[in-house]
């Protein structure tokens, strides 16, 4: 469980200004119009602050997952999200790598099995597979969770996954 608004969790988040000097995302307080306040008070993982995002821009940061030595492991992401995209060019993705960034896997497109969805916060509808809201403005804060049950044919039996989630316009 990470939080933005305790530090101890920071270390397991990686925001890549050296290959993305632009890079928009930031862990802070919410001031923009559509997106005033986290849904865990007061800081989120935003792109900008205050800031609209730029044209063009492709903004990425990394989430490193350790697991125990449990042989009957599968990876597992879940988290509450809210977007006002201005284009529904616009969009975000996420990848997963066993190997420290060797290789990716798109986790939403590419996916070998396991489960997934998204449903509104607080509500028990999940999307279907192909239904993502990562391109539009949503109406309300939604949550993500993916337990990957079979990865195992894809990564191999490893206890380390870096997560890479990517915002481009």
Request: zero cysteines.
């Amino acid at each position: 469980y990470l939080t933005f608004d305790d530090t101890t969790s920071l270390k397991y988040i990686y925001i890549d200004t050296i290959n993305f000097p632009n890079n928009i995302w930031h862990i802070g307080k919410p001031q923009k119009t559509m997106f005033d306040s986290a849904k865990s008070l007061p800081y989120a993982l935003i792109t900008d602050t205050i800031n609209t995002y730029p044209t063009n821009d492709t903004s990425l940061f990394y989430l490193y997952h350790t697991t125990h030595t449990n042989p009957y492991w599968w990876p597992y992401l879940e988290f509450d999200f809210k977007i006002d995209a201005d284009s529904l060019t616009d969009f975000g993705k996420i990848e997963a790598s066993p190997n420290l960034g060797l290789t990716w896997v798109d986790i939403i497109k590419e996916a070998p099995g396991g489960e997934w969805g998204i449903s509104p916060t607080g509500q028990g509808s999940w999307a279907p597979w192909d239904t993502i809201p990562f391109t539009a403005t949503s109406d309300g804060w939604y949550h993500f969770s993916i337990t990957m049950f079979s990865w195992d044919n894809v990564f191999g039996h490893t206890d380390t996954i870096l997560f890479r989630f990517t915002f481009i316009s």
